[in-house]
């Protein structure tokens, strides 16, 4: 097994602004997929084949945990990362018998304030929906029950998609240094993080602006460095995608 | 990317270092090279290209970014008659930050700071930090330094920190860590003063760029320009100012193109003077507003703006000087309608209802849109019982 | 936003966080305030939240009521921090509704948030003299665009108010009736 690719539980947090934000999403349990209802909208159960879906331009960075600890931003990993992704993804929307669009850089452009407030909406799901139990909003009842409403009538207007389907991956590897580091501390009993993949996928209705599904990611495994391996990443990030058979 | 290329520390030593130059060589005898071609993705150069494409990508998407295609346009032609041949590479970005900085990455990516153009007094000191930063993407020094993997990091970690005005401690850390050697310093002067000769404009006002930031740091309290939010990253150094005129005499004359300047950004002037006042650094705004109002007394906007700052400060005085100042505005006749709002803060507050009302009064019938026309209205009103 | 979000990560490391159901009908606030609600909320309880209670309908990353309940003279209207670069806004008996906002204004602005005011008038609140405004706040963290409300008034020294911010696309105009409600329905004892 490559160094670089070694994985451990999440027991000591690195300490930068980045950190913060792969803690958000770490809140809560990692383990296998959660039950179906949980990552479906009240009464939504899968899209018909032949749906056009604009498939939204992948959030994702690479970091690199140096040997104290801290998260280092890989601007080629993440090129690559991207890259690999952007193509797994499409294919496999596809794959489902889906019609896909994508959007163009202008366009993209036009809608970024759509995009960051999807973006708040899926930290907010992340955290009280497949958080930790208390964070739970009561008001919600435990359902995935979020809506954006009529802000995504442009992203629909663009494409002409009836749906529209983002994701967001932030994603950690050990340095050799910091796989030393953790040999040396796991000798003292001390489990230091090795790598954490977080992320999240979702669908959302470009009619109504429901968040029709919503996958969390949350892992000690996982390379988005290689195509091969990248599509192993999406098969997690996309699993349960309600498509019809 | 954040550069604080212009603020580095400058030669140490009495000769002038412009590469392939002789000491007595005309500045416009420099050549620049070529456009410079996109690197090939699997390069670590391609790589640093696609990282600051995707930070681009972002900086065009953020509220923060100001759209004005007006003054967007006019300082694009200043960084493309810089530029020369290299013009239609550079990209130029305008964003509200009230702080002194502008920067270029080596994709082409150009940032300036609404701080910096509240700052410069005209075109060609804008030029002379514009060139500066130029003169760091011809001499490709950000690949020399980005090819070291602990700058690389520190840089990326440090535009993710872009513009955050509470992370200051980091900012310094990281920019610190990122920042250019003396000899890229040193080089990006020169160049740029020669890019500024190039164009048409007067390389003397290069150093007093320099020399005005001087006085802005030297009036914080404490004194540790170190410490200011403005300089984060390092020191600012005074012999690079005598480099920089001594420089420019070589090449004396050319244009600052003043009234232009200050034509073109008088429609964002109240705003930026409003993002300096709220920095809430009132000894560092007090120098500034000064050097300003002694340059363009009858600017009422710099009057305005100190006084707002003396009212706000509140010392010993202020409220005194705060006044004297609000009264220089309006004596203009082109006084900001808050000038008088000002006013009626202050006579409110000593209970010199009489004057309070009177002003609050003018500032309503001047302002009839003001967001807080109804609680001045209702200062005014309850004064008079 | 973000620091409230922080705080409520560290809080929930140690296991001590939770959001609580607020329900309809009348509820006391602290020891003098009153609110009649038409509809349950979620209340955000954890260690170092700030001297306001935390309420949210949709998450914290979305939107967020700040409610004020007796704050005292020199006390902050935020959580206190450590380090000593970050300035602090306290509250101070006998403020105008101008400074009171600029208190929000310097809190909300703190991270780098740009921050305007669209509206400040006088308005009754809590069953006193008081004040309204309208703002709009671009958050610095996620460019997420903000509009926000609030009521605020001092009694016997005391500041009482309730602060309000969702995006504003959606959000605000979903909650923001709701809120008005409940500002409309303060009431503090004398």
């Given at each position: 097994?490559?160094?670089?690719?070694?994985?451990?539980?999440?027991?000591?947090?690195?300490?930068?602004?980045?950190?913060?934000l792969?803690?958000?999403?770490?809140?809560?349990t990692?383990?296998?997929?959660?039950?179906?209802?949980?990552?479906?909208?009240?009464?939504?159960?899968?899209?018909?084949?032949a749906t056009k879906v604009?498939?939204?331009?992948i959030?994702?960075?690479?970091?690199?945990?140096?040997?104290?600890?801290?998260?280092?931003?890989?601007?080629?990993?993440?090129?690559?990362a991207?890259?690999?992704?952007?193509?797994?993804?499409?294919?496999?929307?596809?794959?489902?018998?889906?019609?896909?669009?994508?959007l163009?850089?202008?366009?993209a452009d036009?809608?970024?304030?759509?995009n960051?407030?999807?973006?708040a909406?899926?930290?907010?799901?992340?955290?009280?929906?497949?958080?930790?139990?208390?964070?739970?909003?009561?008001?919600?009842?435990?359902?995935?029950?979020?809506?954006?409403?009529?802000?995504?009538h442009?992203?629909?207007?663009?494409?002409?998609?009836?749906?529209?389907?983002?994701?967001?991956?932030?994603?950690?590897?050990?340095?050799?240094?910091?796989?030393?580091?953790?040999?040396?501390?796991?000798?003292?009993?001390v489990?230091?993080?090795?790598?954490?993949?977080?992320?999240?996928a979702?669908?959302?209705?470009?009619?109504?602006?429901?968040v029709?599904?919503?996958?969390?990611?949350?892992?000690?495994s996982?390379?988005?460095?290689?195509?091969?391996?990248a599509?192993?990443?999406?098969?997690?990030?996309?699993?349960?995608?309600?498509?019809?058979? | 990317?954040?550069?604080r290329?212009?603020?580095?520390?400058?030669?140490?030593?009495?000769?002038?270092?412009?590469?392939?130059?002789?000491?007595?060589?005309?500045?416009?005898?420099?050549?620049?090279?070529?456009?410079?071609?996109?690197?090939?993705?699997s390069?670590d150069?391609?790589g640093?290209?696609?990282?600051?494409?995707?930070?681009?990508?972002?900086?065009?998407?953020?509220p923060?970014?100001?759209?004005?295609?007006?003054?967007?346009?006019?300082?694009?032609?200043?960084?493309?008659?810089?530029g020369?041949?290299h013009?239609?590479?550079i990209?130029?970005h305008?964003?509200?930050?009230?702080?002194?900085?502008?920067s270029?990455?080596?994709?082409?990516?150009?940032?300036?700071?609404t701080?910096?153009?509240?700052?410069?007094d005209n075109?060609?000191?804008?030029?002379?930090?514009?060139g500066?930063?130029?003169?760091?993407?011809?001499?490709?020094h950000s690949l020399?330094?980005?090819?070291?993997?602990?700058?690389?990091?520190?840089f990326?970690?440090f535009?993710?920190?872009?513009?955050?005005i509470?992370?200051?401690?980091q900012?310094?850390?990281?920019?610190?860590?990122?920042?250019?050697?003396?000899?890229?310093?040193?080089?990006?002067?020169?160049i740029?003063?020669?890019?500024?000769?190039?164009?048409?404009y007067?390389p003397a006002?290069?150093?007093?760029?320099?020399?005005?930031?001087?006085?802005?740091?030297?009036?914080?309290?404490?004194?540790?320009?170190?410490?200011?939010?403005?300089?984060a990253?390092?020191p600012?150094p005074?012999?690079?100012k005598?480099?920089?005129?001594?420089?420019?005499?070589?090449?004396?004359?050319?244009?600052?193109?003043?009234?232009?300047?200050q034509?073109?950004t008088a429609?964002?002037?109240h705003?930026?003077?409003?993002?300096?006042i709220?920095?809430?650094?009132?000894?560092?705004?007090?120098?500034?507003?000064?050097?300003?109002?002694?340059?363009?007394p009858?600017q009422?906007?710099?009057?305005?703006a100190?006084a707002?700052?003396?009212?706000l400060?509140?010392?010993e005085n202020?409220?005194?000087?705060?006044?004297?100042?609000?009264?220089?505005?309006v004596?203009?006749?082109?006084?900001p309608?808050?000038?008088?709002?000002?006013?009626?803060?202050?006579?409110?507050l000593?209970?010199?209802?009489?004057?309070?009302?009177?002003?609050?009064?003018?500032?309503?019938?001047?302002a009839?849109e003001?967001?807080?026309?109804?609680?001045?209205?209702?200062?005014?009103?309850?004064?008079r019982? | 936003?973000?620091?409230?979000?922080?705080v409520?990560?560290v809080?929930?490391l140690a296991?001590?966080?939770?959001?609580?159901?607020v329900?309809?009908g009348?509820?006391a606030?602290?020891e003098?305030?009153?609110?009649?609600?038409d509809?349950?909320?979620n209340?955000?309880?954890?260690p170092?939240l700030?001297?306001a209670?935390?309420?949210?309908?949709?998450?914290?990353?979305?939107?967020?009521?700040?409610?004020y309940?007796?704050?005292?003279t020199?006390?902050?209207?935020?959580?206190?921090?450590?380090?000593?670069?970050?300035?602090?806004?306290?509250?101070r008996?006998?403020?105008?509704?101008d400074?009171?906002?600029a208190l929000?204004?310097?809190?909300?602005?703190?991270?780098?948030?740009?921050?305007?005011?669209?509206?400040?008038?006088p308005?009754?609140?809590?069953?006193?003299?008081?004040?309204?405004?309208e703002?709009?706040?671009?958050r610095?963290?996620?460019?997420?665009?903000?509009?926000?409300?609030g009521?605020?008034?001092?009694?016997?020294?005391e500041?009482?108010?309730?602060?309000?911010?969702?995006?504003?696309?959606?959000?605000?105009?979903?909650?923001?009736t709701?809120?008005?409600?409940?500002?409309?329905?303060?009431?503090?004892?004398?």
């Amino acid at each position: 097994m490559r160094l670089s690719t070694m994985r451990s539980r999440v027991t000591r947090f690195p300490s930068t602004a980045a950190a913060g934000l792969v803690l958000l999403v770490l809140l809560g349990t990692a383990g296998p997929a959660l039950a179906q209802s949980k990552n479906l909208a009240p009464g939504f159960t899968n899209l018909a084949k032949a749906t056009k879906v604009v498939v939204m331009p992948i959030d994702i960075e690479l970091f690199s945990i140096s040997g104290g600890g801290i998260l280092e931003p890989k601007a080629d990993w993440t090129e690559a990362a991207s890259k690999h992704l952007k193509v797994a993804l499409l294919e496999k929307q596809r794959s489902f018998g889906l019609t896909t669009a994508e959007l163009s850089d202008e366009d993209a452009d036009d809608v970024a304030e759509v995009n960051a407030l999807h973006a708040a909406v899926a930290r907010s799901i992340s955290m009280h929906h497949f958080g930790i139990a208390s964070l739970q909003l009561p008001t919600k009842e435990g359902l995935l029950d979020w809506s954006l409403g009529e802000a995504v009538h442009p992203l629909k207007q663009k494409t002409g998609a009836d749906y529209a389907l983002f994701s967001w991956v932030r994603d950690s590897y050990a340095s050799s240094e910091r796989v030393a580091t953790m040999i040396v501390m796991a000798a003292f009993g001390v489990g230091l993080v090795g790598g954490t993949q977080v992320g999240y996928a979702s669908l959302v209705d470009l009619n109504t602006g429901q968040v029709l599904w919503f996958n969390r990611l949350l892992r000690g495994s996982g390379d988005l460095r290689e195509a091969d391996k990248a599509g192993e990443t999406l098969e997690a990030l996309l699993s349960g995608f309600p498509v019809g058979k | 990317m954040r550069r604080r290329g212009f603020l580095r520390a400058g030669c140490a030593c009495g000769a002038l270092l412009i590469p392939g130059l002789g000491r007595a060589q005309a500045l416009s005898d420099w050549q620049p090279p070529t456009r410079f071609a996109r690197p090939d993705i699997s390069t670590d150069e391609g790589g640093l290209w696609a990282m600051m494409d995707r930070e681009e990508t972002k900086l065009r998407r953020s509220p923060f970014t100001i759209r004005d295609s007006d003054l967007r346009g006019y300082v694009h032609d200043i960084a493309c008659r810089l530029g020369g041949e290299h013009c239609s590479d550079i990209r130029v970005h305008l964003v509200r930050t009230p702080l002194f900085n502008a920067s270029m990455s080596p994709n082409g990516m150009m940032q300036v700071w609404t701080g910096l153009m509240l700052r410069v007094d005209n075109e060609a000191q804008l030029a002379a930090v514009l060139g500066h930063e130029i003169g760091h993407y011809l001499a490709r020094h950000s690949l020399e330094r980005l090819r070291d993997a602990k700058s690389r990091s520190a840089f990326a970690q440090f535009m993710g920190l872009f513009g955050l005005i509470g992370a200051v401690g980091q900012l310094a850390t990281l920019a610190g860590a990122f920042a250019y050697s003396r000899d890229h310093e040193r080089e990006a002067d020169s160049i740029g003063l020669a890019l500024m000769r190039n164009a048409g404009y007067d390389p003397a006002e290069a150093a007093k760029v320099w020399d005005n930031l001087l006085l802005e740091i030297k009036a914080k309290p404490g004194g540790d320009p170190a410490s200011s939010p403005m300089f984060a990253t390092h020191p600012p150094p005074e012999e690079r100012k005598e480099t920089l005129m001594r420089l420019a005499e070589a090449s004396p004359g050319g244009v600052t193109n003043e009234r232009t300047w200050q034509e073109k950004t008088a429609p964002l002037r109240h705003e930026w003077l409003g993002d300096e006042i709220k920095r809430g650094q009132h000894e560092e705004s007090l120098a500034l507003l000064k050097r300003m109002i002694e340059r363009t007394p009858s600017q009422a906007e710099y009057l305005y703006a100190r006084a707002e700052v003396y009212r706000l400060r509140a010392k010993e005085n202020d409220l005194d000087a705060a006044i004297a100042d609000y009264d220089a505005a309006v004596a203009l006749g082109t006084e900001p309608p808050q000038a008088h709002r000002g006013l009626g803060m202050i006579y409110r507050l000593r209970n010199q209802s009489a004057a309070a009302k009177a002003s609050f009064e003018r500032y309503l019938q001047l302002a009839p849109e003001a967001p807080d026309f109804a609680i001045i209205k209702s200062y005014m009103e309850e004064d008079r019982t | 936003m973000r620091n409230l979000v922080t705080v409520l990560l560290v809080a929930a490391l140690a296991g001590c966080v939770a959001a609580v159901k607020v329900e309809s009908g009348q509820k006391a606030l602290g020891e003098r305030m009153v609110v009649t609600l038409d509809g349950a909320w979620n209340q955000i309880n954890a260690p170092g939240l700030g001297p306001a209670q935390v309420w949210t309908m949709e998450g914290m990353p979305v939107d967020q009521l700040l409610i004020y309940t007796g704050l005292k003279t020199d006390e902050a209207i935020h959580a206190e921090r450590s380090d000593g670069n970050t300035k602090s806004f306290k509250f101070r008996s006998g403020m105008q509704p101008d400074e009171i906002v600029a208190l929000f204004e310097g809190m909300l602005t703190r991270d780098g948030s740009s921050f305007k005011l669209v509206k400040l008038a006088p308005a009754t609140f809590g069953g006193g003299k008081g004040f309204r405004f309208e703002y709009g706040l671009t958050r610095k963290v996620d460019n997420v665009q903000l509009s926000g409300i609030g009521y605020g008034m001092e009694s016997r020294g005391e500041l009482f108010a309730i602060v309000y911010m969702a995006p504003r696309l959606t959000f605000f105009s979903r909650h923001e009736t709701r809120v008005e409600r409940i500002a409309r329905s303060a009431l503090v004892k004398g």
